[in-house]
Nanobody, 127 residues
């Protein structure tokens, strides 16, 4: 499966954006998906994750209450709704997938757990 992240852009502090992670190549419904971000000069960090069914999610403390991860398996897409964006949210956002083969409905917060990565989409938040 190939992943493509989209939806990034330049916004002002307090604005919202919705990122999409689209999958192609094969069915996406068995994949757990995570969003990660990397700001200039910083290491990649976990943002949010969702299990294959969508019933389990997790968030980094810095985005909890502001970001929401969701998925539409019928559309082979995972979303990251980002509200109340702040300048510190500026980063390249990546989505990643891990094929669970439906063995357990888990999410994963470590980048090393993922097999497939999208190319990233840039989010810039101005103050």
């Amino acid at each position: 499966v190939q992943l493509q992240a989209s939806g990034g852009g330049l916004v002002q502090a307090g604005d919202s954006l919705r990122l999409s992670c689209g999958a192609s190549g094969r069915t996406f419904s068995s994949y757990a998906v995570g969003w990660f971000r990397q700001a200039p000069g910083k290491e990649r960090e976990f943002v949010a994750a969702i299990s294959w069914s969508g019933s389990s999610t997790d968030y980094a403390g810095s985005v909890k209450g502001r970001f929401t991860i969701s998925r539409d398996n019928g559309k082979n897409t995972v979303y990251l709704q980002m509200n109340s964006l702040q300048p510190e949210d500026t980063a390249v956002y990546y989505c990643a997938g891990h094929d669970t083969c439906y063995n357990g409905d888990y999410y994963y917060t470590l980048g090393s757990s993922y097999d497939v990565w999208g190319q990233g989409t840039l989010v810039t938040v101005s103050s």
